[in-house]
């Protein structure tokens, strides 16, 4: 059964602080990927990743960035918190070329005072 | 961009009764359709999912339709139970890196 760990079930940061979140998967799938989820707006992608050390945009990148210095792990930076930033993030991997079947992590809430 | 819209976002039905839910999606090269299941506090879960060149897919309960001319697609949760009940997320892909994804509905089954 592929697991996702993401490390924080919650999280509470001040505006401007900056954020880590890491998460980890045991399956060795390629493909990582930060979603955010808002009521109302379902799952919106925020960056991924098909390899180490690679990085694409997602939907809505803007305020984030990412690493993926291992295969296993992919860390989502906020540089500089805000409070539009409170939200829940779900990380998620997939297995190569059937990138578009996603296993999900628990998400972390994080909220922003 | 590409969307993907879900109708009804909130759902309540009786215990035993059936629930649909409808997804309709902009991008004409979408070819996998995934529905995802999250209980509250819970990960998202793929439930089923279903390809452009088939119709229809059933899995016990639960069965996906397919509409590729009106791009429209549904799911089918018949005889409802209460574990049934959690948010539920239709998406679209064009089998690419990017999945779109609806709003979500959240379907309440009363025992």
């Known amino acids: 059964d592929v697991k996702v760990t993401q490390s924080s079930r919650y999280l509470v940061k001040r505006t401007g602080e900056k954020v880590f979140l890491e998460c980890v998967q045991d399956?060795?799938?390629?493909?990582m990927f930060w979603y955010r989820q808002d009521p109302g707006l379902g799952l919106r992608l925020i960056y991924f990743?098909?390899?180490?050390?690679?990085?694409e945009k997602g939907d809505i990148p803007e305020g984030y960035s990412v690493s993926r210095e291992k295969k296993e792990r992919f860390s989502l930076i906020l540089e500089s918190a805000s409070t539009n930033q409170t939200s829940m993030y779900l990380c998620?991997?997939?297995?190569?070329?059937?990138?578009?079947?996603?296993?999900f992590g628990s998400g972390t809430q994080l909220s922003v005072l | 961009g590409e969307n993907v819209e879900q109708h009804p976002s909130t759902l309540s039905v009786q215990e035993g009764d059936s629930a649909v839910i409808k997804c309709t999606y902009s991008?004409?090269?979408?070819?996998?359709f995934p529905w995802y299941k999250q209980e509250l506090g819970k990960r998202p879960q793929l439930i089923i999912d279903?390809?452009?060149?088939?119709g229809e897919k059933k899995d016990q309960r639960i069965a996906v339709t397919l509409n590729k001319t009106a791009k429209h697609f549904s799911l089918h949760i018949t005889e409802t139970q209460p574990e049934d009940s959690a948010v539920y997320f239709c998406?679209?892909?064009?089998?690419?890196?990017?999945?779109?994804f609806g709003a979500g509905t959240r379907l309440f089954v009363k025992a």
């Open positions: 998620a991997s997939s297995k190569g070329q059937r990138r578009e079947k996603l296993f």
């Open positions: 399956m060795d799938h390629e493909n």
């Open positions: 990743s098909y390899d180490v050390k690679m990085k």
């Open positions: 991008d004409s090269a979408s070819n996998y």
């Open positions: 279903i390809r452009s060149n088939v």
């Open positions: 998406a679209a892909s064009t089998g690419g890196f990017k999945t779109i």
